[in-house]
């Protein structure tokens, strides 16, 4: 089992905060529900327009803010789903089914522990450990 995010893509419309139509929420409603009646889904939320974002990027150890909207929407992100599931093809499958006219989901699997190998030592596997329950307890997960 693995995690993997379906990354949604922003649409010209998204970006302006057009938002979806009663049939469309029903839909995707539709969609979330069966992926919660299989067990995969982890969570998921749509995003505000980038208008009302800021972006912060760091250089030389100094951070800097620039505020929203960001250009080009096919760059930006307008929501996920996390899911778990047994392998990528299953994400891609799950992917292949969202209720969308039109639109683009990027399909990343997301790290677990032992994807970093040595570096990410048994005291920091536990600090991640404890750090994850804290979160999980505070959010009710």
Known sequence: MGRYM??????ADSEQGVMPSERELADMGAYNEKMVNA???????????SSSAARVTFSGG??????????????????????E??????????AR?????????E??????????GEEFTPELREQEERLRERVAVRHGG
């Open 6 to 11: 379906l990354i949604v893509k922003a649409t």
């Open 39 to 49: 067990g995969v889904l982890v969570s998921g939320e749509g995003l505000h327009p």
């Open 62 to 83: 100094t951070a800097a803010v620039t505020e929203g909207p960001f250009g080009d929407p096919r760059t930006l992100v307008a929501g996920f789903w996390v899911l």
């Open 85 to 94: 599931v047994a392998s990528r093809e299953e994400a891609v499958s799950w």
């Open 97 to 105: 089914g969202i209720p969308f006219v039109d639109g683009e989901v």
């Open 107 to 116: 399909v990343r699997k997301i790290f677990e522990a032992d994807d970093f």
